[in-house]
């Protein structure tokens, strides 16, 4: 074992005990089986607990901070800020910020202390202003803004529709449809403006506003059974209002977390204003295809059919919900639209960062390629048969996922008091799991800087440093809380992988590292620019 320090150490191991806890003269307490910070355990010189007050903080006025943060512009760098302060204070750090306050932690050891501890009616952080445009709009609530029973109720309804693997396989054709679609757009384009000799020509491009158009017209026809024709050559306006709205409430909602936000809002400020008029484009958009929904149902009863809106076909999420008539019409508005709302730049912005991974990471792309060639042409066409076959192409989301995680952070809410890095965090806390240092820490992963999808693969073995395997993946949070869309976003973004790496070989521009910056979601500063050439 390496000491945290040349002072004397004497190691214990209890009965039956799996590991050895050495204690320091000067009581630091240390994991056997890990080396350095990454096993801290901090006690007081009297052996007990460490009190929440003794946890490591960047500052104890959440106003002076929140300053700090405007001035230095520390918000469109959040996930360098964590992991700059972990490095700095160690594996646990309290932060308070204007309004809000937490602990963040980074060791999977004690992320799953967190979650073991979560209880039937997990809680994470409420986006304030997302609840307070609902409570000022009179809108009913969806899942993601919901917490206790209530959550609970609607949450089991919603998988149904959404993650069990009976829905997977309903949905699933509607995606493959989409990723194909695309990939003859691209195909198009690329024969249309691309270089070279004809069926072997290339096309550099940022494909960042064609992979947008693609997650919207993917989330249109699984969520609400219909095609809204964003490859065309003239999309239409009404779509396009759509992705600046989910961009502008994307923008709009960090600052406004530790604001008061009420208070802005009943002095009519200008960010609360962009806010709520993003969120009221984005209903509207819900709305009309609720009405759609209806039109369909009356022309079909109208034709005498006894099979509904949907004629006998998969109708999507909300036909399905809508038929079955389990949620209200509130309910079901809510949470089609939270799903919308969540379900485009949450898989394109991903997806722009694979196709800049795999463009320069040749050898890997390759590989991929191979497993996917292999697994579909013995699939026969079936795209649940294909994905099962390519594990690589599950390994290559999870590891996007793992450098570029979309959320900054997982939250909890105790439930009970816990102890974590042995300092004592109390009930009602808000702690935060921090993602980008998490995917990035060497006392996490081996070689983290690599994009290596093959670590995922075998049961995750390779590239583990640590105990914890299952809470080192983390993008969709975990258990029954973890992400509503999770299955849609998972096959949509493999799909679509799938058939471009069948279609075409990647390469880069430039293979410098991507500059990255944070609204509510990671993105890259400038979107990559992609070489498409035909296979």
Request: aromatic share 8%; charged share 25%.
């Amino acid at each position: 074992m390496r000491s945290m320090s040349t002072r004397v150490t004497v190691c214990v191991r209890a009965p039956g005990a799996r590991g050895a806890l050495c204690v320091t003269a000067a009581g630091t307490v240390v994991d056997e089986k890990l080396e350095g910070r990454k096993g801290v355990r901090k006690k007081g010189v009297d052996g007990q607990v460490r009190s929440f007050k003794e946890i490591p903080h960047t500052g104890r006025s959440g106003w002076v901070n929140l300053v700090k943060f405007w001035r230095e512009d520390r918000f469109r760098q959040l996930h360098k800020h964590m992991e700059r302060t972990f490095n700095a204070l160690g594996p646990i750090y309290r932060e308070h910020l204007g309004t809000q306050s937490s602990v963040n932690i980074i060791l999977p050891s004690d992320i799953g202390e967190l979650f073991r501890s979560e209880g039937l009616h997990p809680e994470r952080m409420t986006l304030q202003p997302w609840a307070t445009h609902r409570e000022t709009r009179h809108y009913s609530k969806g899942v993601f803004l919901k917490n206790g029973e209530e959550w609970r109720v609607d949450r089991l309804l919603l998988n149904k529709e959404v993650m069990m693997s009976a829905a997977v396989k309903r949905f699933l054709p509607l995606l493959d449809e989409v990723a194909r679609d695309f990939c003859r757009m691209m195909q198009a384009k690329v024969e249309r403006e691309g270089r070279g000799e004809e069926g072997k020509r290339s096309l550099t491009i940022d494909p960042s506003p064609d992979i947008f158009r693609f997650a919207l017209e993917a989330s249109c026809n699984v969520i609400y059974g219909e095609r809204i024709g964003l490859f065309s050559s003239s999309p239409s306006l009404e779509s396009q209002k759509f992705i600046w709205a989910v961009e502008q409430m994307l923008v709009t909602t960090p600052p406004l977390l530790y604001l008061p936000h009420r208070l802005l809002l009943r002095i009519g400020a200008p960010l609360w204003t962009q806010h709520a008029t993003a969120w009221d484009h984005i209903f509207s958009h819900a709305e009309a295809r609720i009405q759609r929904w209806y039109q369909r149902l009356s022309s079909s009863q109208g034709r005498g059919s006894e099979a509904g809106a949907s004629g006998g076909q998969y109708s999507g999420v909300l036909g399905q919900l809508m038929e079955k008539g389990q949620l209200s019409l509130d309910l079901i508005k809510a949470n089609v639209t939270e799903m919308m709302a969540g379900g485009v730049d949450t898989t394109a912005v991903p997806l722009q960062f694979a196709l800049f991974e795999l463009g320069r990471n040749p050898e890997v792309q390759e590989r991929v390629r191979q497993q996917v060639r292999a697994s579909w042409e013995q699939a026969g066409g079936d795209p649940q048969k294909a994905l099962q076959g390519a594990p690589l192409l599950k390994g290559t989301i999870k590891e996007i996922l793992r450098l570029y995680p979309v959320a900054t952070t997982v939250q909890r809410r105790t439930i009970k008091d816990t102890i974590l890095q042995n300092y004592h965090i109390p009930a009602g806390t808000l702690v935060q799991v921090c993602l980008y240092p998490l995917g990035r820490s060497a006392d996490v992963f081996a070689a983290p800087q690599r994009f290596e999808p093959d670590r995922w693969v075998n049961n995750g073995e390779k590239g583990q440093t640590v105990e914890g395997s299952s809470f080192r993946s983390l993008a969709f949070g975990f258990g029954a809380r973890q992400c509503v869309g999770r299955r849609i976003a998972e096959n949509e973004m493999q799909l679509l992988l799938m058939h471009i790496l069948l279609s075409f070989h990647l390469s880069v521009t430039s293979s410098e590292d991507i500059k990255t910056t944070c609204t509510l979601i990671l993105q890259p500063e400038t979107p990559p620019r992609i070489t498409f050439r035909k296979l």
